[in-house]
């Protein structure tokens, strides 16, 4: 009996144990726990403050994009050249230029390295309207210097001086001699048909001023009057166009054969005149060797008579 009796405490005791130490080992996993929920709240926490801080911060940035390399002006902006960064709302440009507008725009001054690219240092090109056509002119008294991709105003001067703006910063799309393309839309091929036939008829010279800075320099204002009679007359006889043109442009050729006549006439000077002073250096050199020969000559005389 007592063997029983002390098997059933010693059983006891055992259940006792496992039991404290069930009890303990759920406590201690219950504080486990509980500290881990209490961090990863903490954590969660933490993690939305610095989310709302992003969020805050991002709000106060502006998304921009900057040159990565050197650009000269009038370079086209390319994908390749740029690159994106985040700027302070509050220092940032308010012209900043959004990334559809970049593509195909036009720098109006050299651009160093991380330049932040706005509207006021670019030029954009307007979109091709449906009235838009190549012409091309030959009558039109062109700067000697003006070469493809430069812009230029075409002006109308009458002989009482009074002088207008016809087309305003046009680009010399393709060149050719004296004979010059630009793209023009229909009120500008209007007012260029009208100004033909009043240079006809007024012995007016059309011609063309270059722009020094053609992408920092705002357009001209056309301040050439359509006249409501040059117009009536265009309607009434639509050949008087091409005749007007013809006379322009017979005149534009005479007068550039008359410069090519003045030019080779001065260089022929010029060739001459070269050629005068290379005989008279010619001619001095020949003096000078016979000059020496003569004191040669002497001198071996003078050596002679010595001996």
Known sequence: MKIRQR????????????????????????????NMKESEELL?????????????????????????????????????DLREVLLS???AAEDITPYDELLGSI??????????????????????????????????????RVEVGDFVDVRIQ??????????SKKKVKELNEDVVWYEMNEQELLTISSAIVDAYLENAIIYALAYVEPYVQDESVVT???????????ETSPNIVDRARNELEARNRQKLEN?????????????????????????????EVFEAVDTVNLDVDETNDEE
């Open 7 to 34: 098997n059933k405490n010693l059983l006891y005791a055992g259940l006792i144990g496992a039991l404290s130490i069930a009890l303990i080992s759920a406590g201690i996993l219950y504080f486990m726990y509980k």
């Open 259 to 287: 410069q090519l006549e003045e030019l080779e006439s001065s260089e022929r000077e010029k060739y001459q005149r070269e050629s005068e002073k290379e005989q008279e250096a010619r001619a001095n050199r020949q003096q």
């Open 158 to 167: 009458f002989p009482n001086g009074n002088d207008y703006v016809l087309l």
């Open 224 to 234: 050439y009057p359509v006249k409501d009679n040059v117009l009536e007359l265009i």
């Open 89 to 91: 709302a509050e220092t």
């Open 44 to 80: 969660i926490q933490q993690y939305e403050e610095e989310l709302e801080e992003f969020q805050i911060w991002a709000d106060q940035q502006v998304k921009a994009f900057t040159a990565n390399r050197y650009i000269e002006a009038g370079e086209t902006i390319e994908e390749n």
């Open 107 to 144: 720098a109006k001054v050299n651009l160093e390295p991380r330049t932040v690219l706005t509207d006021s240092i670019l030029y954009f090109e307007e979109r091709t309207p449906r009235d838009l056509r190549l012409a091309e002119y030959a009558f039109i008294d062109l700067p000697s």
